[in-house]
C-alpha cells in the first residue's frame, strides 16, 4: 500500500490541512503481495482475498478498544459492523476487478476491505492520524490501496483522480515486469533488453490514455453525515471524471435528494442542482444498530449517476444558472417575482415566468429543473434585448451588488 499526502488544496485553503505521509512502503519493480505468483497477467494485480476476512466487520468493536481508540463523534465516526451490508453497497456499484474506487473515510477499514476483495485499486482518504496509521500497518503489504491521510474537503479533487489513473498504470507496469521476468527465467533465457527504449516508450504512451479515454472513478463511502452536502457539491459536477457516487447517507437525507417532487414543502435548491448533475437513486435503508456507535438515525444508500457535462440540461451559464435556483429558493414562501430580487426585477420575472407559459405567481418550489431552464434562458433573452446584448448573468451582477 502507498500511503501518502497528494493533491493538497490551495495554498488559502490549506490552513488546518496538515495533509502528511503516514509513511511510503515503495514497492520493487516486478514485486508483487506474497500471495501472487511471479507470472502475474500484465494487468493490476487482484488481491488474494482470504487475509482479507480475517477481519469480521463485527469485531470493529474489540479492535477499537485493542488499539485504544475510541470513536470521535467530532468526525463522525460510526463504523459499519454488518458485512452483509458492506458486500451489498460493492455489489450495487458493481464493482470489477481493475476498477478505480476512490472511498472517503475507510475508518477501520471495513468497506476497504470489500472493495479489494472485489478487485478495485483503491484510493482511501482519511482524515484521522489514528486510523491512518491502523490501516498503514494492516495493509501494507496491498499495493492496490493507496491511503491518503488527510481531509476530503481540502483535496484538489482534479489532482487526487490523476493520481489515481497514475497508480493503476504504476500496477500495470509492474505486472508486466513481473511477467517478462517470469517468462524470461521459466525459459532460462539470459535477461535482456527485448525493447529498444522508443518501443518501451511507446508502449508507456499506450498505457497512459488522455483524459477522455480514461476510465472513470467511482466513489463509494459511509460518509460522515456532516460533510454529505460539501461532499456532494464538490464531486457532483466532476461527470467528465466520476462515473457515480455510492454513498451511505442519513435516510432522511436520502429521501429527500431522490423521493420528493416539485410542489411538495421539501423541495429545494439542492434538489434541482442534484438533479441538474446526477440521477439519484435511493437503493436501500440501513437499521442504525448496524454502526457502532449507533447514530440517532437510520442510513441508507443512494446512487448518484453523475451525468457527463455535454449531456446536461442546456443552460446560458452553469454558475449563473446555481446562482439563479439558489436566489428563488432563499425565500421559499415568497413568489419567485420577488424571491429573486435584487437579481431581477418583479416586472422582469413575471415576464419570463409568461414566456415559459407559467403562472407570474409560481413559487420555486413549484418548479422543475426543466422550467428553471426555460426560467433562465427567459431570463437572458430579456436581459439581451433591453442591453442589446450585453445581458449580465447573475453571478456577475452579484459580484458587482458586493463590490
Ligand atoms: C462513518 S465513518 C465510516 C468508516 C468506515 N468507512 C466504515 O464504513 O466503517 C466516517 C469516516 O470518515 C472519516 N472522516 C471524517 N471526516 C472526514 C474528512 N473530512 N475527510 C476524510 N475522512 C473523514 C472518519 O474519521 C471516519 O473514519
Known sequence: ???????????????????????????????????????????????????????????????????DIKPKKSLGQNFMLDDG??????????????????????????????????GALVTAV?????????????????????????DILRQDLPQLLAGMHQHAAELAQQAQQAQQQGTASASGERQQDVQQPAAAEQQEQAQQPQQGQRPKVKVVANLPYYITKDCLVQMLPLGDRISDLYFMLQDEVGVRLTQVDPGAADWRAMNILTLYYC??????RIDRRKYHPAPKVHGCVVRFKLTPPAERLDVPNEAGFAALVKKAFSQRRKVARNSLRPLYEPGEVAAALAACGLS???????LTLEQFGQLAWALQRQGEGRDG???????????EGQQ
Open 360 to 366: 407570474e405567481d409560481a413559487r420555486a418550489q413549484d
Open 85 to 118: 451490508v458492506l458486500s451489498s453497497i460493492v455489489e450495487a456499484a458493481g464493482v470489477q476487478p481493475g476498477d478505480l474506487v476512490l472511498e472517503i473515510g475507510p475508518g477501520t477499514g471495513n468497506l476497504t476491505r470489500h472493495l479489494l476483495a472485489a
Open 279 to 284: 440521477r439519484p437513486q435511493y437503493l436501500f
Open 1 to 67: 500500500m502507498a500511503c501518502t499526502a497528494l493533491g493538497a488544496a490551495p495554498a488559502a485553503a490549506q490552513h488546518n490541512a496538515r495533509p502528511r505521509i503516514v509513511s511510503v512502503r515503495s514497492q520493487q519493480p516486478g514485486q508483487q503481495p506474497a500471495s501472487r505468483s511471479a507470472a502475474a497477467p500484465a494487468s493490476p494485480a487482484v488481491p488474494a482475498v482470504g487475509w482479507l476476512w480475517d477481519k469480521k466487520s463485527a469485531d470493529t468493536r474489540k479492535r477499537l478498544q485493542q488499539a
Open 126 to 150: 482519511e482524515k484521522d492520524y489514528a486510523l491512518s496509521d491502523q490501516l498503514a500497518d494492516e495493509f501494507a503489504a496491498v499495493p492496490q490501496l493507496r491511503l491518503v491521510c488527510s
Open 389 to 399: 446584448g450585453a445581458a449580465q448573468q447573475p453571478e456577475q451582477q452579484q459580484a
